[in-house]
Structure formats: structure tokens, C-alpha cells
Nanobody, 125 residues
Framework: QVQLVESGGGLVQAGGSLRLSCAAS????????MAWFRQGPGKEHDFVAV????????DYADSVKGRFTISRDNAENLGYLQMNSLKPEDTAVYYC??????????????????WGQGTQVTVSS
């Protein structure tokens, strides 16, 4: 069982930066893929980024490549999403998700077992 708690959201102007954190409870954090999804107003959950259990592999949605960086600190059971050059279209509730590495990972919500409660990111123009 893994519990996830996101933090770090807020209001920022376009072009600014934010760093989201995801604190995980439980053991063997490195045996889980970790991902970030987001849900904009009136939209479904969209994949943002994923990182492998050891942190040596990452993948990003095309819309955030070159602007966002996913990382993790397994010693501290923490995951991060550094967001730079933010745009108004990045406005959304951002969710941290985790799934056991033995399952593989998916870019759809159905592939993820554990979810945080979400943190709001608002980018003003």
C-alpha cells in the first residue's frame, strides 16, 4: 500500500516556474513507477511524465518536453516535477501516481494503482 501526497502548486505568471513534490508512504518506493498526470478545466486526466523506479528512465508528453523535468529521491520517498516556462494551458490539477514496476507503465489513468489528492496549478497570462 502506498499513499501519495502532492504539494507545491499555486498561482504563477506565464513564463514562471513551479516545483511540485509528491511524498510517498510505505516501503520499497523504488519498486514503483511514478508519474504525473493533470486534469484541466473540463478535460480528462492527461499524462504528463513518468520516471522508472531507479530514476534512470523518463518519458514525457510532447506538450511538456523541454519545459518539465521529473525526478525522484528514493532515499526520502519523494518525487518531483520541475515546471519551467509555464503557459496558461498548463493550468490544471496535477496528480501524482504510482504503480508497481512489475506491471509496467501506461500513459492512461487505468494503468496506475495509487493516486494522490492533487494540487492546483494556475498559470496567468
Amino acid at each position: 500500500q502506498v499513499q501519495l501526497v502532492e504539494s507545491g502548486g499555486g498561482l504563477v505568471q506565464a513564463g514562471g516556474s513551479l516545483r511540485l513534490s509528491c511524498a510517498a508512504s510505505g516501503r520499497s518506493f523504488d519498486s514503483y513507477f511514478m508519474a504525473w498526470f493533470r486534469q484541466g478545466p473540463g478535460k480528462e486526466h492527461d499524462f504528463v511524465a513518468v520516471i522508472s523506479g531507479t530514476g534512470n528512465r523518463t518519458d514525457y508528453a510532447d506538450s511538456v518536453k523541454g519545459r518539465f523535468t521529473i525526478s525522484r529521491d528514493n532515499a526520502e520517498n519523494l518525487g518531483y516535477l520541475q515546471m519551467n516556462s509555464l503557459k496558461p494551458e498548463d493550468t490544471a490539477v496535477y496528480y501524482c501516481a504510482a504503480t508497481p514496476t512489475v506491471y509496467g507503465y501506461s500513459k492512461t489513468v487505468s494503468g496506475w494503482v495509487y493516486w494522490g489528492q492533487g494540487t492546483q496549478v494556475t498559470v496567468s497570462s
